[in-house]
Each structure stands twice: as C-alpha cells, then as structure tokens.
C-alpha cells in the first residue's frame, strides 16, 4: 500500500524531502512502519526520540496504518 | 475576585480588551491577579514578555542567566543596540517597565536547575516555556507536572514552530509527546541550525495568546493539541494528542543534563580524541611542520569565514577516507569543536586513524584569540 509521509524539524534532513510517497505492505503498526523506514532511510535509528501522528492524531502504540493514510513525523525541536 | 480593581489610567489603557464581550473587565481582573513565570528571555520570550505586559498581566517573572550578546537582536525584539553585554533580565525588565508600569516584575537571573526550579515556580500560576535546550525543557514540564501548574510550551527550529499547552486541566505534557530526549548533538539549537528572525515573533505571539487565554478563561486552549508551523511553506497542522498511559509518574527532579547525555559544561559526551589549541594550531602554522586542515562545515559556513582547510562535511566524511591524510597530523575543526569531534570519533571507529587532532573550540575559539577581525556566527 501507499502512504504519504510528512516529515518536520531533523526528520525532514533524514527523508531528504517535507514529505514522501512510501510502499509498504499492507496492515503495519506505525511501529513497523519506522523499523522499515530505519532500513531505507539508517539515520532513523539515531533519532531516539520522534513522534508519529496518524491521519493528524498522535499515533496510539500498537495502532495499524491504512492505505493513503497520512503518517507526520514529528522530532522534538529545542530552539527558543 | 471583585477586591481588583483598576486606575483610571488603567481602565483607559486597557479599554479595547474592557469592550470586548466574551473578555471584559472580568478577563482583565483575572489577568491582574496573575502570575506568569516567562523561562527565557530569547526570541520566544521577547513576544511573550511584551505582550503579557502590554495586555496587564499582574505579575510576571522574568528568568535568563544570559546576557545581550549581538546576534540575539536578529530576532530577540527586547533588546538593542545599547542593550549588548548587560545582563539579559535586566535589560528586559527596563524596556517592559517603560511599556506599562502597571505590571509588578520579577527578575531571576540565575539558570533555572533541579536545585531552585520548584521554589522558584511554586510563586507563579503559569509558566511559558521559551527556553533553547532540551535539559532546561524537560525541567520545566517536570517542575510544572509536580507542582500542577500549567506549562504553556513553544519551540522552533529554523522555519519551524511548535505551540502547545501542557499539564493544563489533565491534559498531556510534554514526556507525553516525547518521552526521552534526542541524542545530544542530532538535534541542532538555534545557535547551531539556526531560525529565520521573525519566527520567534510568531510563535511566541501564539504562545501569549494561549497564556491570555488560559487566565481570562476564554476559548478553547490547545491543551490536548500540537501546532505545527512551517514559514517555509506556510502549512499549519494541529495534531491531537493525548496521555499516554506508559508515561512514567513524574515524582522528583533529576539531573537533567546526565538524562539527556550532556556533561556538566551542557556539552555532548565527547569520546576521548586529541585535542590541539587555536594557539598550538597557530604555532603548527608558523612552523615547517607538515599537517592537514579539514573544515567538516556546511558550504554556507565556509563563506562566512574560515580557515583556508579543506572543506568535507561532516556527513561526508565517511565517503571522503581517501582525502584525508595518515601520514601527517590532521587537524579536524568545525564552528564550536562539536561537530569536528563527532567526524574524528566516525573516522576512529571506522578506518582506525590515530593522527586526528580536534580543533578545541573551533573557528570561534580562532576568531576569539588568534584573529579578532574574523566574524562569529
């Protein structure tokens, strides 16, 4: 399936882009969507912090993503 | 509630909030008996403190350690010019008194810690969180979860903006949302990734409008919500968020640099690599000595100023084994000696180099004792 992936603040750097198209197979978690994205894109793994929302909701633990769902990811930013 | 009450003076200064139906003279005793505790006196606080004076906030306690440094005025609209090298709260207090006289001001200049953050927040109703690092954030959710006092939280990064309100009515905080800290040096500050100048004009007018709303009891707050910014793009999002039922009970302060692996100088735990001094770099110069300089920089830094190195990234050092050389000291440097510490500790771990020396506090260190005519950024 396909899924559109937003991406703010450092996560933006690792994607190389504000938003992707990304093919994953069908009924994942948000959890085995960043285990993928850690594959394609390694730098996931450093980014130890990072939040997911799902369709403009933070995403739930355990909480399936459908297709074209619209998946934000979310680091935290410090700046003030 | 009816014991405030307001001079003639001030019922003529705060007439356009007096006319407003849903706000009245009712919202505006409210926020004269408040108290309001602003962490932070940068580009978030400078919005923030001029219009929570401006709009008659009671009391309002103004904390910085920090002083006026030049680069703050690009964007930290307190301040000026004459303003540089005082100590930032002072600064700030003047040119609030002169904007309303009606406030009462309370100037903290210390760093807030684990050690005085209760003490110092239990006087207050509210904090505004326009701090620059992450320690300093999660000190201030866990001060305001312990106390139950609401944080009102804003944060930005380049042409970024995040706005929220924590710990208000059993809402959400922030290790809700992010329940550990990045890894230290992932995540750039201002300082180091930069921010457009008036983006902290934005948020922080967001994050005032939230503190005002949250007194006067109007409106919906963005309690249970995250706001997101883009200036770049001019996209806003605002994402529900909610407790987390595995977010640890918060019962005590901890040591808030060791949590977000920063030693006692709020620097990164450098592994072990070779220093040299600006000064030892410059007697390595005017020696015959052979050595190699590498800049791990952007581009965009190198035409600020540099050094005359050889410019490889810092995310291309990996790639680029084959420049740098292992049959000569190679100093390694950066803008602060962070980045080139990180490029020294890759190239280490990978290909086993034993000749990296770091550059101990980078091209500021250089600009600060060998050439005073190089521009710090």
């Known amino acids: 399936m396909k899924l559109t992936i937003i991406a703010y ?21 948000h959890e085995n969507l960043l285990e993928n994205l850690k594959k394609t894109y390694p730098d996931f793994n450093k980014l130890t912090s990072l939040m997911i929302a799902i369709n403009s909701e933070y995403a739930k633990k355990g909480q399936m993503i459908s297709e074209n769902d619209e998946v934000v990811l979310i680091p935290p930013v410090s700046g003030g | 509630m009816n014991t405030v009450t307001f001079s003639k003076e001030e019922l003529e200064r705060y ?55 030049d680069s703050n005025l690009q964007r930290q609209v307190l301040f000026s010019v004459d303003d540089v090298g005082n100590p930032k709260v002072e600064a700030a207090k003047k040119r609030l008194v002169g904007l309303n006289p009606h406030v009462n001001f309370i100037v903290h200049n210390i760093m807030l810690t684990s050690d005085n953050a209760l003490d110092i927040i239990k006087d207050y109703d509210l904090v505004a969180d326009g701090t620059d690092n992450f320690p300093t954030r999660y000190l201030v959710n866990d001060a305001c979860v312990i106390l139950g006092k609401p944080n009102v939280y804003a944060s930005i990064f380049r042409f970024e903006g995040q706005v929220s309100v924590f710990n208000y009515k059993g809402g959400p905080h922030y290790r809700d949302l992010f329940p550990s800290p990045p890894p230290p040096g992932l995540v750039p500050s201002c300082a180091e990734g930069g921010v457009i100048g008036v983006l902290p004009g934005i948020i922080g007018s967001l994050q005032a409008n939230e503190v005002l709303k949250i007194l006067s009891g109007i409106g919906d707050t963005l309690s249970g919500r995250l706001f997101l910014f883009d200036a770049l793009t001019f996209e806003t999002r605002t994402l529900k968020v909610h407790k987390n039922p595995e977010t640890p009970e918060i019962k005590e302060l901890i040591d808030y640099d060791q949590f977000c ?54 995310g291309a050092i ?21 980045r080139s510490a990180t490029a020294i ?23 600060d004792r060998i050439d005073t005519s190089m521009a710090k950024y």
């Open chain 2, 15 to 69: 007439s356009r909030h007096l006319i407003i139906p849903e706000f009245n003279i009712e919202g505006q005793r409210k926020l004269k008996s408040a108290r309001v505790l602003v962490v932070g006196t940068g580009g978030l606080g400078s919005p923030l403190l001029l219009y929570l004076t401006a709009a008659g906030v009671g009391t309002i306690g103004i904390l910085d350690f920090d002083v006026v440094d």
């Open chain 1, 9 to 29: 603040g450092i996560a933006r750097d690792i994607l190389g882009s504000n938003s992707i198209e990304y093919e994953i197979e069908d009924s994942v978690s």
């Open chain 2, 261 to 314: 692996g920063l030693n006692l100088n709020g620097k990164a735990n450098k592994e072990d690599v070779k220093e040299i001094t600006v000064e030892e770099l410059k007697a390595l110069q005017d020696s015959k000595e052979e050595y190699q300089l590498i800049d791990v920089r952007e581009a965009y830094e190198y035409d600020i100023c540099n050094l005359e190195g050889e410019l490889i990234p810092l």
């Open chain 2, 318 to 338: 990996l790639d680029s084994v084959e420049k740098i050389a292992s049959n000569k000291k190679v100093i390694v440097h950066c803008r602060s000696g962070a």
């Open chain 2, 345 to 367: 500790t890759q190239l280490e771990r990978k290909y086993n180099f034993d000749n990296l020396y770091n550059l101990k506090g980078g091209i500021l260190a250089w600009a």
